[in-house]
């Protein structure tokens, strides 16, 4: 990591000017009332506590908004009614996300599942003071969010069977991909900010770099894509409950730490995005860094 343009978290304190945006991060809460999982120490029944922990946090800062970032749930349709109140409490706007976890419910509820979560789209965009946000769906192509009738299903198999051959790292079911039509769109709207002289960040489920074997399949594609734009200074993740980090093109990668996991410990951060630096503050399990723009 010593490479990568961390500053010392200290002097955050020293570094007075106003800062574009600020918004809450939360990822993989994945509850359920069910027992943990000690050999991954997940503690499902724990999150509600952690969630109403990380609210009470973020309602008593200035944000313009909080993201989920996936795995609302760990399991079953019912579990949304035990979560999604909790965030009625939230003073600032939310937006969510949906992760592998949240589809992973009876079959004719799982068109239901991104209304469920309140988004006008399974991928769309806003802008806030002048930097796009661009939240993306990485369970479009899967073998679980598709209704089962969907050709997506078939492709999605077709993709897994190739990266298995091509002994890829995250040839795996608890992965997926974006269809083609969603990576142009992406290009497009990452298009839209630099034509309009925005910055742009962009959210999903999957990490897209450094290589993992929980990345998006096509997260080569993908993070190249959102690296090469000059808009872009930004993407935000879960998916891997370890977390990690990593810098191409100056774009910066955040993968955020699961909140699910250990039995006491939360996580989730508030970022702040300056003119010069995106300074993240992390509580719990959660690093602060200090990311050069």
Not at 36 to 53: C, F, I, M, T, V
Not at 230 to 254: D, E, M, Q, R, S
């Amino acid at each position: 990591m010593s490479g990568h343009p961390f500053h010392d978290v200290s002097k955050m304190s020293s570094q007075h000017t106003a800062p574009l945006l600020r918004f809450g991060l939360i990822a993989d809460p994945q509850y359920a009332p069910i027992a943990p999982n000690d050999r991954l120490n997940r503690h499902y029944g724990q999150s509600l506590a952690k969630l109403e922990a990380a609210i009470t946090r973020f309602n008593g800062e200035d944000l313009d908004f909080v993201v989920t970032l996936g795995d609302v749930i760990d399991r079953d349709w019912e579990n949304f009614d035990r979560v999604l109140p909790l965030y009625d409490r939230l003073k600032h706007p939310h937006h969510f996300l949906p992760g592998n976890h949240d589809f992973a419910v009876a079959a004719d509820r799982l068109a239901e599942v991104h209304a469920k979560l309140g988004m006008p789209a399974p991928w769309h965009d806003f802008v806030v003071n002048g930097v796009r946000l661009i939240v993306t769906d990485g369970n479009e192509v899967s073998l679980f969010a598709p209704p089962l009738d969907d050709p997506r299903r078939k492709e999605a198999a077709e993709r897994l069977e190739d990266l298995t051959a091509a002994g890829a790292a995250n040839a795996q079911m608890w992965n997926a991909g974006m269809s083609a039509a969603q990576v142009d769109w992406l290009a497009n709207r990452l298009r839209q900010a630099e034509d309009a002289g925005e910055r742009a960040i962009v959210f999903g489920h999957y990490p897209l770099y450094p290589e993992s074997d929980h990345n998006l399949w096509g997260a080569e594609d993908v993070s190249a894509l959102i690296a090469a734009s000059p808009a872009a200074i930004g993407y935000f993740c879960g998916h891997n409950h370890a977390g990690n980090y990593g810098v191409l093109n100056g774009t910066h990668f955040v993968n955020i730490k699961g909140m699910v996991d250990t039995f006491d410990e939360n996580a989730f951060c508030i970022v702040a995005v300056h003119a010069d630096r995106i300074e993240i503050a992390g509580f719990g399990r959660e690093e602060s860094r200090v990311l050069a723009l």
